[in-house]
């Protein structure tokens, strides 16, 4: 299991296109991928998920990557969030 925090600096937060665009990301690696803010954990496979965890600029938020190809999801998840999901 491999682990990082980054901060969320789109200015719209994680709303659907964003969100979207995360979740197609963790979908092309096997392991298992989920975003902690404070008490919560989302699936990162899940746009309803995501949505639900209701991420906002300047929002800390911890990647947990599981799984064969770990290493190669968190660069994934975590340059896709600081590039702000590509929008």
């Known amino acids: 299991m491999v682990t990082q ?12 296109r964003p969100a979207g665009k995360l979740c197609e990301i963790c979908l092309k690696f096997d392991s298992k991928i989920s975003i902690k803010k404070g008490d919560s954990t989302a699936n990162a496979k899940s746009v309803l998920g ?38």
């Open 5 to 16: 925090k980054v901060v969320v600096a789109e200015p719209s937060g994680l709303h659907l």
């Open 50 to 87: 995501l949505l639900a965890a209701r991420i906002v600029c300047g929002d800390e938020i911890e990647i947990i990557c599981e799984g064969k190809d770990e290493e190669d999801a968190l660069q994934a998840v975590v340059k896709v969030i600081q590039e702000g999901f590509g929008l």
